[in-house]
């Protein structure tokens, strides 16, 4: 079995070969060990990926708006990706994005995994009929793991899910009560011994 840094290393040396900067290159040996971290054909996709632009153009997506439509050419995942990452930030306040006509969009899904992470907030994807939920890059929530993924999705959903909590204001006072009964009542001796209290300075 092939290890995570080894993927990464090759990965980001086969990208700065298909012509990508080593910057970009970097990113994506990032986004593709994150995929096999959790169990994603992320070498698989990207193999395909590499071979189609050969012999095909994919357009670059570099300033993200609201409705992001491709012309004749779907978008390339990488610079999407990039793009997303670079701009996850400001993009944030339109709370929900379109992409229109995405090359292999399980690359796409792990820059987006990853900008989960930069802003602290979970990210809801729909690719065409499939749903994912991103948790911060520590999961993805999905019904897609025993399937091939897309070469090409029709459109993509980006919505960021403001953070609440998962509980009622009832259940968390009901719970904080319970824990008040292990609250030590303070006093004159543990004053005296707490951190910082003893009478004696030894600098």
């Known amino acids: 079995m092939r290890s995570l840094s080894e ?5 980001k040396r086969a990208s700065r070969a298909a012509g990508f900067s080593w910057g ?7 986004s593709v060990r994150l995929l096999e971290l959790f169990g994603l054909p992320g070498i698989k996709n ?4 590499y071979k189609d632009k050969e012999v095909k153009k994919f357009e ?4 993200i708006s609201k409705k992001n439509l491709a012309s004749l050419k779907p978008y390339c995942p990488i610079i999407l990706g990039v793009s997303f990452l670079d701009q996850v930030r400001t993009i944030e306040i339109v709370k929900k994005i379109k992409f229109i006509n995405v090359a292999y969009p399980i ?5 987006l995994s990853r900008a989960s992470e930069i802003i602290g907030k979970k990210i809801h994807i729909k690719i065409d009929k499939n749903e994912i939920l991103l948790n911060l890059n520590v999961n993805i929530y999905s019904n897609l793991f025993n399937q091939d993924f897309l070469v090409v999705a029709s459109k993509i959903e980006v919505e960021f899910i403001e953070n609440q909590d998962s509980f009622t204001e009832s259940d968390w006072q009901s719970l904080y009560k319970l824990s008040e009964s292990t609250f030590v009542e303070e006093n004159d001796n543990l004053k005296q011994g707490a951190a910082g209290a003893g009478l004696t300075d030894n600098d």
């Not at 970009?24 to 990032?30: F, Q, R, T, V």
């Not at 670059?60 to 300033?63: E, K």
């Open 46 to 49: 990207l193999n395909q990926y």
């Open 7 to 11: 993927i990464e290393t090759t990965v």
């Open 107 to 111: 690359l796409f899904l792990s820059f």
């Open 60 to 63: 670059n997506l570099n300033l």
């Open 24 to 30: 970009i290159s970097e990113e994506i040996a990032k």
